[in-house]
């Protein structure tokens, strides 16, 4: 029993010993730290904030566009309707979306009656044709008597007249019969021109009015798009120039100035340009007239300032960019905006040519940051910028 207590009292001894001798370590090696710790600052200095890579503006050459949108629209839409009234319509042809020729019949009134008069007017001819053999008859024994004194010159005089009477009334007939002849051939609604049926109102069994509409005709399939343009944009807009427009829903297709409006509008200051579409394209690409299009009139080309999309940010609304000084603070500064164009963008306003600007990774930066510039990754700067990252959340 005696030695147990013996034993247990050595090993209390020597623990107590042990984390004496580790608490002086200890201190020690807190004090080195403390007084190594001012220098080894006033050494570094501010610690950047991430690692980042610069890039410059480039000057370009781009090709210069006006973008617009409006209205596809027929080029031109003819109202189709008969020239007769009062007659039935008893047959309808053709329906929306039909392509019809030139002087198709479209549409059938009903001809019962005008064939009639038609009839009678012929009778009226063969009539008065066979007065004007008799009255011809007439003068020409007028005229073989009255030399001779053998009929007196008072009725040759009548049988010359009768003559002529009977010549103005066979006149009369045959205008009367081509007259009834053209009603005849309108009570056929033809087409007057080559296109496609856009509205069809006609209904069969309606009795019709003379210019009633029957049908709507986009003449030889034309369309256009009427393209709204700011007012500042419009003396730069000449006929001829080459337009690219994607329809709604559609895939994109030239088309070609052919006349810019005389006036604005009062109220948007935009003007109209029409542009004329091809018929076989403008059907591949799905362009119908009342739907719409946004597209852009091509100017040529145009120097420019051009940077990565990636060196670009979007905040509040506005776009800015992180420009690095000389002592590796950066500044944000607000730019504008133009096209854009594969992944570089335009600098329309507010960066220096000079400037040296944070190509990617800005979206973790604030304005007055400190940065450490590196060489752009010859990869893809997506990973570094993760790397990046992981170093400024694990200072």
């Given at each position: 029993m005696t030695l147990?207590?013996?034993?247990?009292?050595?090993?209390?001894?020597?623990?107590?010993?042990?984390?004496?001798?580790?608490?002086?370590?200890?201190?020690?090696?807190?004090?080195?730290?403390?007084?190594?710790?001012?220098?080894?600052?006033?050494?570094s200095g501010p610690k950047a904030a991430l690692s980042?890579?610069?890039?410059?503006?480039?000057?370009?050459?781009?090709?210069?566009?006006?973008?617009?949108?409006?209205?596809?629209?027929?080029?031109q839409e003819t109202v189709i309707g008969p020239e007769l009234s009062?007659?039935?319509?008893?047959?309808?042809?053709?329906?929306?979306?039909?392509?019809?020729?030139?002087?198709?019949?479209?549409?059938?009134?009903?001809?019962?009656?005008?064939?009639?008069e038609v009839n009678a007017a012929r009778a009226n001819v063969a009539q008065t044709e066979a007065n004007l053999g008799?009255?011809?008859?007439?003068?020409?024994?007028a005229r073989v008597l009255e030399p001779s004194e053998a009929?007196?010159?008072?009725?040759?005089?009548?049988?010359?007249?009768?003559?002529?009477?009977?010549?103005?009334?066979?006149?009369?007939?045959k205008a009367s019969l081509q007259s009834n002849e053209l009603r005849l051939s309108q009570t056929q609604v033809v087409a007057s021109d080559d296109g496609v049926i856009s509205a069809r109102p006609a209904t069969v069994g309606t009795v019709v009015q003379a210019g009633q509409e029957l049908f709507r005709l986009i003449r030889q399939h034309r369309l256009e798009w009427r393209a709204e343009v700011p007012a500042a944009d419009l003396l730069r807009v000449k006929p001829r120039m080459a337009v690219h427009l994607t329809p709604a829903g559609g895939q994109e297709m030239q088309g070609t100035v052919r006349m810019v409006a005389p006036t604005v509008d009062a109220g948007t200051r935009n003007g109209l340009v029409y542009v004329d579409l091809p018929v076989q394209a403008g059907a591949r690409a799905g362009a119908r007239a009342g739907s719409f299009a946004t597209g852009r009139l091509d100017m040529g080309t145009?120097?420019?300032?051009?940077?990565?999309?990636?060196?670009?940010?979007?905040?509040?609304?506005?776009?800015?960019?992180f420009i690095v000084g000389t002592d590796h603070k950066v500044t944000q500064?607000?730019?504008?905006?133009?096209?854009?164009?594969?992944?570089?963008?335009?600098?329309?306003?507010?960066?220096?040519?000079?400037?040296?600007?944070?190509?990617?990774?800005?979206?973790?930066?604030?304005?007055?940051?400190?940065?450490?510039?590196?060489?752009?990754?010859?990869?893809?700067?997506?990973?570094?910028?993760?790397?990046?990252?992981?170093?400024?959340?694990?200072?």
């Amino acid at each position: 029993m005696t030695l147990k207590k013996t034993t247990w009292a050595g090993g209390v001894v020597v623990v107590v010993l042990a984390v004496g001798v580790i608490w002086l370590f200890t201190r020690d090696d807190d004090k080195a730290a403390d007084s190594a710790t001012p220098a080894a600052k006033s050494a570094s200095g501010p610690k950047a904030a991430l690692s980042v890579s610069t890039v410059r503006p480039e000057s370009s050459q781009w090709p210069a566009a006006v973008t617009a949108t409006g209205s596809i629209a027929a080029w031109q839409e003819t109202v189709i309707g008969p020239e007769l009234s009062g007659l039935r319509l008893v047959e309808v042809r053709v329906n929306v979306g039909d392509v019809v020729r030139k002087g198709q019949v479209l549409a059938v009134l009903q001809r019962d009656a005008v064939q009639s008069e038609v009839n009678a007017a012929r009778a009226n001819v063969a009539q008065t044709e066979a007065n004007l053999g008799e009255a011809k008859a007439n003068a020409d024994r007028a005229r073989v008597l009255e030399p001779s004194e053998a009929m007196s010159a008072q009725e040759a005089q009548r049988a010359y007249t009768a003559e002529k009477t009977a010549a103005a009334q066979v006149a009369s007939a045959k205008a009367s019969l081509q007259s009834n002849e053209l009603r005849l051939s309108q009570t056929q609604v033809v087409a007057s021109d080559d296109g496609v049926i856009s509205a069809r109102p006609a209904t069969v069994g309606t009795v019709v009015q003379a210019g009633q509409e029957l049908f709507r005709l986009i003449r030889q399939h034309r369309l256009e798009w009427r393209a709204e343009v700011p007012a500042a944009d419009l003396l730069r807009v000449k006929p001829r120039m080459a337009v690219h427009l994607t329809p709604a829903g559609g895939q994109e297709m030239q088309g070609t100035v052919r006349m810019v409006a005389p006036t604005v509008d009062a109220g948007t200051r935009n003007g109209l340009v029409y542009v004329d579409l091809p018929v076989q394209a403008g059907a591949r690409a799905g362009a119908r007239a009342g739907s719409f299009a946004t597209g852009r009139l091509d100017m040529g080309t145009a120097e420019g300032l051009t940077l990565p999309q990636a060196a670009v940010l979007l905040r509040d609304g506005f776009n800015y960019v992180f420009i690095v000084g000389t002592d590796h603070k950066v500044t944000q500064t607000k730019i504008s905006v133009g096209r854009r164009m594969q992944d570089r963008i335009e600098i329309t306003k507010g960066l220096p040519a000079q400037a040296e600007v944070v190509s990617s990774g800005g979206v973790f930066l604030a304005d007055g940051d400190t940065v450490r510039v590196v060489p752009a990754p010859a990869s893809s700067p997506a990973p570094a910028a993760s790397a990046s990252v992981a170093g400024k959340a694990q200072p």
